[in-house]
């Protein structure tokens, strides 16, 4: 069988095809098929709002033909609202804008093929933010180091609803500095 030829396809606040939050909430599904119980990913949809309404909303879809298999997105964060702060994280520079990653996603038939990081350095690749930050359960060490591996570093841990699990807050320079981000407390 030949490898599949995957499109990233862009698109950002504003030009949302119809359908394209239904695509967004059905490959989640397939993707945490087996946590579908938990109240937490339950309410994926209402994060699919909070996201895609916010003003500077980007999105790369990976298709398979016409097949979604995976997804990052996230915004800008506005200044003074960079929730990463709470962890005493200072950059090194003084860089502030920050874009959040909010999802990383791929459907089980299309990973361990590389097709997560092609998803985030295509989301990241033209933004003009001083930093990216994301949050990673705490309880996936795996994921986290994949993550260090992209040139995140881990800051602190933070715990953003009452059902959620605990993050480990993580942060990357994307401007100024090719070195990991140190922690400053």
């Known amino acids: 069988m030949e490898p599949s030829v995957i499109d990233l396809r862009h698109f950002q606040y504003g030009d949302l095809a119809e359908g394209f939050r239904q695509m967004l909430i059905d490959v989640h599904a397939d993707a945490y098929a087996d946590q579908l119980d938990d109240p937490f ?39 003074g609202r960079e929730w990463w702060r709470s962890t005493g994280y200072e950059p090194a520079h003084g860089q502030t804008s920050t874009y959040a990653v909010s999802e990383v996603m791929v459907r089980p038939r299309w990973r361990k093929q ?3 990081e092609r998803l985030h350095e295509a989301l990241l690749k033209e933004r003009p933010e001083d930093l990216a930050v994301l949050l990673v359960d705490v309880t996936h060490p795996k994921v986290q180091a994949l993550y260090e591996s992209w040139g995140y570093a881990k ?31």
């Open 155 to 185: 800051t602190g841990e933070q715990q953003p609803f009452a059902d959620s699990p605990v993050y480990s807050v993580m942060v990357r320079e994307l401007r100024g500095s090719d070195s990991r981000p140190s922690v400053h407390r």
């Open 114 to 116: 590389g097709l997560s």
């Open 41 to 79: 990913h339950q309410r994926f949809a209402w994060f699919v709002d909070h996201w895609t309404g916010m003003d500077g909303f980007s999105c790369v879809v990976a298709y398979d033909g016409e097949e979604p298999a995976g997804f990052a997105y996230g915004a800008p964060l506005a200044p």
